[in-house]
């Protein structure tokens, strides 16, 4: 979605135009497809700003947070934080310290879409011209929102469930809308998991970054080394353990996927080559049998 071609028009206007090319696209936002496939999905392409929602009740998560900022970065669009159901929040002060420590040099927004004026501040920073998706789980109000900048409630939008704050996908599929000032937006469905494809680990946690080149060892594993700068920010209260935790996650899922995907152009050079690694192991003994004679 968010994809643009050029596009030949005909002379008579009930003929079918035809696709000449495929615009390359300045940024796109991927994911590894939900389940056990390793296949790419690209949810939304040519976006400007990224707009990551989150609801402050009970689905608030950090960990969830860091996730969607790591892959944004990689995006080429700018992430902004929305935090909305504003007022729903239980802690508002603890949960926006939360936010402001993870989010780094992301803008922060928060809304309240119940109050004619919860809205506004995201309002201020859609702009004609600009494309711009909102992404996140389900429930957190990602439709409501696009609904309160379209100025109607034309799209449909769902109740949560009280037990755990999750909201049911409401929007099905992925959508490209203009907006009364000329802005144009993507509505997706709520992601129930965010499979890393590509991350900006290191920029996402710049701070855990900055306190490992203070450490003694240039090779610190950050687990039992003595003069770990890292270890002793969190013996201190300085770094959540839990942050720490969701570093080594990240770190450990995007070092996967670059074996993966070197595995994946070895297999895709073999096919080349050979078609399949059947062949190939025939080829292999065909030379050797020549060597023996």
Known sequence: MG?????????????????????????????????????????AANIDV????????????????????????????????????????QHFADQMAQVTATSGDAQVLVCDATRATGWQALAEVVHPGKTYAFLGSS??????????????????????RHADAHGRHTTTGRQLLLLPNGAIVIDTPGMRELALVEADVAGTFADIIELAQRCKFNDCTHTHEPGCAVQAAIAAGQLHQKRFNSYQ?????????????????????????????????????????????
Request: net charge positive; with cysteine.
């Open 3 to 43: 994809d643009w071609v050029q596009l030949r028009l005909p002379p008579n206007p009930s003929d079918v135009g035809v696709i000449e090319r495929l615009i390359p696209r300045t940024t796109v936002f991927t994911r590894k497809a939900a389940g056990m496939t390793s296949h790419l999905q690209v949810v």
């Open 50 to 89: 990224l707009f990551l929602c989150m609801a402050m009740d009970g689905n608030f998560n950090v960990r969830r947070l860091e996730r969607y900022l790591a892959v944004a970065r990689t995006s080429g669009a700018q992430p902004v934080v929305v935090l909305t159901k504003a007022d729903l929040a």
């Open 139 to 160: 429930g957190v109000g990602k439709t409501t929102l696009i609904n309160r900048l379209r100025g109607n409630d034309d799209l449909a939008t769902g109740a949560v």
């Open 249 to 293: 996650q990240l770190q450990a899922e995007q070092s996967e996927n670059v074996a993966l995907r070197g595995k994946a152009r070895e297999n895709a050079k073999i096919a080349k080559m050979f078609g399949t690694k059947k062949n190939l192991k025939a080829t292999m003994r065909t030379a050797k049998n020549k060597r023996r004679r």
